[in-house]
């Protein structure tokens, strides 16, 4: 059994230590919010007074934080309390560029570094089924392959540094995409007389099945676990998709990838956020396309 620092429990890093907890490891926690080690504390997390005490004894470091400049932060205040050749991995979903950087200053620094971010949301953090991409070197991934299975259903190894970063961003932006498409065909489908259930009925067993339509499906009815049944409540938020989507938009650029849809799902999703869905479940785009459509209808 290992003896794991954990930085960052919050509704992710929250339910991840528990399952580390459980699954017997010891885990040295910290969180700059005194709720969230409350909650830590309450799940068999040791909790310590920052994040340097946490690696005291640790062989691995666990970052589970919001953005790329809060794990540029912790991770350097940590270099000087690790023991060398330590592990650290990073499951915040941050930019490519960023994680590529952050393993450098740790390598320069003697340690081992590399970034396993996650999907599958707070339901698959508490139940340990997240799928985890990795971007590793062969040794670093099979260090932290037993570790990752406690906390995961699925563990892909992406490729090298920033690959599992490049997996989460291009599926996010796959998923962003589709929300807005199935979305714009159900309030399409409505306009010209289509009961919801229809357009479900076929789309979903035809060639415009996708996990947007079939899973996390935009409208009441049809898929009873959708969010659309609780009035959108996330799930998955609309500030999340915003956020993923701005670190496509920021690989697309920097690659000079010729993409039309990646860049106007950002906005889409943007404006949503800022305009009262930050805290919706995504899929509640489609509320803001029929009012448009209303508005355009008058
Ligand atoms: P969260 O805000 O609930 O948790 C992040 C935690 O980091 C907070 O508790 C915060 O206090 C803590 N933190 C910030 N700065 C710190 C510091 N300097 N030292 C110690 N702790 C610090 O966010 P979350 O929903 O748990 O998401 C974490 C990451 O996982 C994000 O990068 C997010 O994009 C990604 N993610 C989230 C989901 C989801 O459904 N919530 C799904 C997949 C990926």
């Known amino acids: 059994m290992a003896t794991i620092a954990f930085i960052g429990l919050g509704n992710m890093g929250g339910p991840m230590a528990a399952n580390l907890v459980a699954a017997g490891h010891t885990v040295r926690g910290f969180d700059v919010v005194p709720a969230a080690l409350d909650h830590a504390r309450a799940n068999g997390v040791i909790v310590v007074e920052n994040a340097a005490a946490a690696v005291a004894g640790s062989e691995l470091v666990i970052t589970m934080l919001q953005s790329g400049a809060q794990v540029f932060e912790v991770t350097r205040t940590l270099l000087a309390a690790a023991a060398p050749g330590t592990l650290f991995i990073d499951s915040s979903t941050i930019d490519v560029a960023d994680a590529i950087a952050v393993r450098e200053l740790l390598v320069a620094a003697g ?66 995409i589709s929300m807005i498409a199935v979305s714009e065909a159900f309030v399409l489908g409505e306009k010209l007389g289509l009961t919801n259930q229809a357009l479900f009925d076929v789309a979903s067993a035809a060639s415009g099945q996708c ?39 920021n690989a697309l650029e920097q690659t000079g990838t010729a993409a039309e849809l990646g860049p106007l ?32 209808s008058a």
């Open 265 to 296: 799902a950002a906005k889409i999703y943007r404006r949503f956020a800022d305009e009262g869905g930050a805290g919706r479940d995504f899929s509640g785009i489609i509320t803001v396309i029929r009012e448009n459509s209303a508005k355009v």
């Open 111 to 176: 340690f081992r570094g590399i970034d396993a971010p996650v999907s599958g949301g707070v339901g698959g953090a508490a139940a340990g089924t997240l799928t985890f991409m990795v971007g590793a070197e062969q040794a670093d991934f099979a260090t932290a392959m037993p570790i990752l299975e406690v906390m995961g259903g699925r563990v892909v190894h992406c490729g090298g540094s920033g690959a599992g970063q490049a997996a989460k961003i291009c599926n996010n932006m796959i998923l962003g």
């Open 211 to 249: 996990w947007a339509l079939t899973t996390n499906c935009p409208v009441p009815g049809p898929v009873p676990a959708s969010p659309a049944n609780r009035d959108y409540q996330p799930g998955f938020a609309g500030a999340l998709m915003a956020k993923d989507l701005g670190l496509a938009l």
